[in-house]
């Protein structure tokens, strides 16, 4: 399978991503963002960092980025497309995901191991999981606080776009294992047609045993299922 | 001709930053009703007509200066 990171100044979770994908065996390429043409990608990442330095808002700048208008098009062709934290932040600024993401609700930036339940385990991205499996996995933002209007969160229930939940570790979902006050302890979303998805949690970062644990390991290996 | 923008966030989304703002002002005694916290442009384009520029500085707010999910914007000509 092959796959792209697209690398924006200000990116750090760039490297992190490259190491898990090629230890899963992913063929990869580093896309700098000035580039206008993406090399041909069954995946494309937009990692974690601070793109700009989240300049104006977390994401806006990136978002305009020359290379964006190809990962739209891939997007809009059913490339899968997975943002992780500020690529998540990206997504919603591009459009391809709805809704953003506020500054935390305590104005703290939060850097730790939380855990959340597996919704969906029927897309390309968690096949692998088992539904309502329950990761320990780091977050690491200042904005990761999702909200958006009713009618798209109507819409993520319907259609069961909500990927990810904040829980404790028995899985239950409330105020108290909501680290960041997102709406409804949403931690990551699919657009409609399950191609895309956004996440706050870093599954790079959860590939080894020494350093942390292997529950992010299942969502690549769902990709390469 | 030149224009300021004011952004804030719209009402029904939380302010964390200004509530934070607005009780540092009561605990050093001054009190008031409420505090919105948002961002300020100015903005100088090169039009003649004010119909267009202005329509150019709304484009400008709708595609990059403004997250409309959660904020709202005023234009002003200075």
Same mark, same amino acid.
């Given at each position: 399978?092959?796959?792209?990171?697209i690398?924006?100044?200000?990116?750090?979770?760039?490297r $992190?991503? &490259?190491v898990?994908l090629?230890?899963?065996?992913?063929?990869?390429?580093m896309?700098?963002?000035?580039?206008?043409?993406?090399?041909?990608?069954?995946l494309i990442?937009l990692?974690?960092g601070?793109? !700009?330095?989240d300049?104006l808002?977390?994401g806006?700048? %990136?978002?305009?980025?020359?290379?964006?208008d190809e990962?739209? &098009?891939?997007?809009?062709?059913?490339?899968?497309?997975?943002?992780i934290?500020?690529?998540?932040?990206?997504?919603?600024e591009t459009?391809?995901?709805k809704?953003?993401?506020?500054?935390?609700?305590?104005?703290?930036f939060?850097?730790k191991?939380i855990?959340?339940?597996v919704?969906?385990?029927e897309?390309?991205?968690?096949?692998? !999981?088992?539904?309502?499996?329950?990761?320990?996995?780091?977050?690491?933002?200042?904005?990761?606080?999702?909200?958006t209007?009713? $009618?798209h969160?109507?819409?993520?229930?319907?259609e069961?776009l909500? %990927?990810?939940?904040?829980?404790?570790?028995?899985g239950?979902?409330?105020d108290?294992?909501?680290?960041?006050?997102?709406?409804?302890?949403i931690a990551?979303? !699919?657009?409609?047609?399950?191609?895309?998805?956004?996440?706050?949690?870093?599954?790079e970062?959860?590939?080894?045993?020494?350093?942390?644990n292997? $529950?992010?390991?299942?969502?690549?290996?769902?990709?390469?299922? | 001709?030149?224009?300021?923008?004011t952004?804030?966030?719209?009402?029904?989304?939380?302010d964390?930053q200004?509530?934070?703002?607005?009780?540092?002002?009561?605990?050093?005694?001054?009190n008031?009703?409420?505090?919105?916290?948002?961002?300020?442009?100015?903005?100088?384009?090169?039009?003649?007509?004010?119909?267009?520029?202005?329509?150019?500085?709304?484009?400008m707010?709708?595609?990059?200066?403004?997250?409309?999910?959660?904020?709202?914007?005023?234009?002003?000509?200075?």
């Amino acid at each position: 399978m092959k796959s792209s990171v697209i690398v924006f100044p200000g990116s750090n979770c760039d490297r $992190d991503i &490259k190491v898990a994908l090629e230890k899963m065996q992913f063929k990869n390429q580093m896309v700098w963002h000035k580039e206008t043409k993406l090399p041909k990608s069954d995946l494309i990442v937009l990692p974690g960092g601070f793109s !700009y330095g989240d300049y104006l808002r977390s994401g806006a700048i %990136a978002g305009k980025s020359l290379i964006i208008d190809e990962v739209i &098009k891939a997007a809009n062709d059913g490339c899968l497309i997975l943002g992780i934290c500020n690529g998540f932040q990206i997504l919603t600024e591009t459009g391809l995901l709805k809704g953003t993401l506020l500054r935390n609700k305590k104005l703290k930036f939060i850097n730790k191991d939380i855990y959340i339940k597996v919704l969906n385990n029927e897309t390309k991205f968690t096949n692998k !999981y088992k539904k309502d499996e329950i990761l320990k996995i780091n977050i690491a933002h200042n904005e990761g606080n999702f909200f958006t209007d009713d $009618d798209h969160l109507n819409q993520l229930k319907k259609e069961n776009l909500i %990927a990810f939940k904040y829980s404790d570790e028995k899985g239950n979902i409330n105020d108290f294992s909501n680290p960041n006050g997102s709406m409804e302890n949403i931690a990551g979303i !699919y657009n409609s047609k399950k191609n895309i998805l956004g996440m706050m949690p870093h599954p790079e970062r959860m590939i080894d045993k020494l350093i942390s644990n292997t $529950d992010g390991l299942n969502l690549f290996k769902s990709l390469l299922n | 001709m030149k224009y300021s923008i004011t952004v804030t966030l719209k009402k029904d989304v939380l302010d964390p930053q200004g509530k934070v703002v607005q009780d540092t002002l009561k605990n050093i005694g001054l009190n008031l009703k409420n505090i919105r916290q948002g961002k300020y442009f100015e903005i100088e384009v090169n039009e003649k007509d004010q119909a267009v520029a202005e329509k150019k500085i709304d484009e400008m707010c709708r595609k990059l200066l403004v997250n409309l999910i959660i904020e709202d914007y005023k234009i002003n000509k200075l």
